[in-house]
């Protein structure tokens, strides 16, 4: 059985069961579910959401989520499943539109009809656990990913802005939405909470509460998560030094990156980069 609690941040697919969950989990990937056959169901954060046979799931693993069944430890659901990891700093790299990124890191999965890829998606999932494998052929799937993550979130996008209220909801997830993409774009800027609050028109104190109700953490907190995230991208796909990496993720000092970095990792960010290369 996958051990995918633990798992480190990585190019990764799988086919098979949903796997024993005994507990929440983060991990700084996007998430990629399809269900070919059955049903999951997941709890994110305290909200309960299901995932049904031929839709597709994407999400930030920073929130924290667990697959759940009827009792302790039982398996969430059973039938045909597809699983897929991009590390987070990939995907900053991208340049994603902003609506799109923003509703993929909020605290909810985007749910998205696997047939809106226009493609063979269950053939391209078993392609990606190859070539994920393979490190002359996984910037050729990496790329693959990219468009088919675009193409579900044109998708997703195109829908919302169908419906009668013209897409915007409440005003509050808006503005989220507008934090979190102000977020994305400026992590690597020594940027504070009243910058992030004031890209909304609202109150630092109510910018964090409303942030920490749809995101699931502290505006530092996300902050931070995507500092590390890149300093991880940078780490395992450049020469920079760990000096050139603190600067370039937007830590504010070497000592800082040191920190946040081995706090998040579990380990030095020069230990990180001997692991992953």
Do not use: K
């Not at 991990?27 to 059955?38: F, M, R, S, T």
């Not at 989220?176 to 020594?190: A, Q, T």
């Amino acid at each position: 059985m996958l051990d995918v609690e633990t798992m480190e941040a990585a190019y990764w697919s799988h086919r098979g069961p949903a796997p024993v969950m005994l507990s929440s989990h983060r991990h700084d990937d996007l998430e990629i579910n399809l269900v070919l056959d059955g049903r999951l169901d997941y709890r994110f954060g305290g909200t309960d959401v299901s995932v049904h046979a031929g839709e597709v799931a994407l999400f930030w693993g920073w929130t924290p989520h667990q697959l759940i069944g009827e009792g302790p430890g039982a398996r969430a659901g059973s039938g045909d499943f597809l699983w897929a990891h991009i590390p987070l700093g990939d995907v900053l790299a991208w340049g994603l539109p902003d609506h799109d990124l923003g509703a993929m890191l909020l605290n909810r999965p985007v749910l998205v009809p696997a047939v809106a890829a226009g493609r063979d998606v269950e053939s391209m999932f078993v392609s990606w656990q190859r070539d994920f494998a393979d490190d002359g052929a996984e910037l050729i799937a990496g790329l693959e990913a990219q468009a088919f993550v675009r193409r579900l979130l044109r998708h997703h996008r195109d829908t919302i802005d169908l419906r009668p209220d013209g897409g915007h909801g409440p005003a509050g997830m808006d503005r989220v939405i507008d934090m979190v993409r102000f977020v994305v774009g400026r992590f690597r800027d020594p940027i504070e909470v009243a910058d992030v609050a004031e890209a909304a028109h609202l109150h630092p104190h109510h910018a964090m509460t409303v942030f920490r109700q749809d995101v699931g953490s502290t505006i530092v907190e996300y902050l931070t998560r995507c500092r590390v995230a890149e300093a991880q991208r940078l780490l395992a796909t450049t020469s920079m030094t760990t000096a050139e990496v603190a600067h370039a993720a937007g830590f504010g000092s070497q000592s800082s990156f040191y920190a946040h970095f081995t706090r998040a990792r579990g380990c030095a960010p020069g230990e990180y980069r001997a692991r992953v290369r």
